[in-house]
């Protein structure tokens, strides 16, 4: 039988965990600091500074009571232990002369044409003359005249749970001529740089081999060519010469359609449809047109969905194309 202190430890490990990452479900529910002192933390739209000077500071004070209340729970729990030692925390006030500061970066949060994304604990804010990240336990902050932004990294993830899509992220590193303040890394999808740049003010470079794909039927492109690179290539016919693709005329047609997919089940049960056609397209203009034919508002269905050969209308799916050796 487990002892009462190593249940409670177990617990309460397990609710301080869901308390301080505050999954969706702690979230909807109610059980975040800011909802929990709302009523003290007051406005973000109205005092965007002072609001997060209250948010940063409650957040850390809450988080760091943890361990306290551990022991205090272990004192109910197990009282033959007799514990008895309590720490204690010193908050330090913000610097003197930050209310100048605070007045403008509160005035330009309240516009509505400022930039913000990111989740909770990792947002993303650009106004008219600041770049501002906001986490759990910090407000990064960078004045854009004296700053510089690079983008640094790019990542592809197949699945987004935001988006239910694939999404490639960016970390852009913004730098401050300023000594006194410390570089600090940003992140946000692709789709949302264009967005962001017209907002911000400093200039942006990009490291070399980052390429950024700023639209949907861009990060399309880059998943259909890996899922396609996975199936059974095509060899072509001894004697058969390889034409300009008929979407560009700019490079020679790499694809050829062939009913694959009913390997995936029973041969009778696939809707896609035998193709006649010689190889006519490159991979990225047959990409585009699979894109094309796609509801544009459900892009998590694109990949599974079957369209019409360009050419022939005959019904085919991802599995079907074959690159041609």
């Known amino acids: 039988m487990e002892s009462p202190e190593l249940s409670f430890t177990l617990a309460y490990v397990l609710l301080s965990l869901c308390f301080v990452l505050t999954p969706n479900e702690f979230r909807s529910a109610g059980l975040t600091v800011q909802n929990l002192f709302s009523s003290w933390l007051g406005s973000e739209d109205v005092g965007f500074i002072q609001y997060h000077v209250r948010r940063t500071s ?3 004070l809450v988080h760091s009571a943890l361990p306290l209340g551990y022991y205090m729970g272990m004192c109910i729990a197990a009282p033959e232990k007799n514990l008895g030692y309590i720490h204690k925390a010193h908050i330090q006030p913000p610097h003197p002369g930050w209310g100048s500061v605070a007045t403008n970066v509160n005035t330009e949060f309240r516009r509505v044409d400022k930039f913000a994304t990111g989740a ?13 990240k906001v986490t759990t336990y910090h407000v990064y902050m960078a004045l854009q005249s004296e700053c510089h932004v690079t983008v640094t990294q790019s990542r592809q993830h197949q699945l987004s749970p935001d988006l239910a899509s694939p999404a490639q992220i960016l970390t852009l590193r913004v730098d401050s001529i300023n000594p006194a303040v410390r570089p600090f890394d940003i992140r946000l999808i692709s789709t949302e740089y264009a967005e962001l740049r017209e907002k911000l003010h400093a200039p942006i470079r990009n490291s070399p081999n980052v ?3 700023q639209t949907m039927n861009e990060l399309f492109l880059e998943t259909f060519r890996a899922h396609a690179d996975l199936n059974q290539p095509y060899t072509l016919p001894t004697g058969q ?9 700019q490079v020679p047609a790499s694809i050829k359609l062939v009913r694959l997919c009913q390997a995936e089940g029973a041969p009778n049960e696939s809707e896609c449809q035998h193709c006649f056609c010689r190889p006519m397209w490159c991979l990225s203009c047959l990409g585009r047109w699979f894109a094309s034919r796609q509801d544009q508002l459900r892009p998590e269905t694109w990949l599974s969905s079957r369209v019409p050969c360009p050419t022939c209308r005959a019904k085919f799916c ?3 194309i074959c690159a041609v050796h």
């Open 241 to 249: 010469e390889m034409e300009p693709c008929i979407g560009c005329m």
């Open 318 to 320: 991802i599995l079907d």
């Open 211 to 213: 390429v950024i794909h």
């Open 120 to 132: 909770p604990g990792a947002r993303v804010i650009v106004t008219d003359s600041w770049v501002l």
């Open 58 to 60: 409650i957040t850390l």
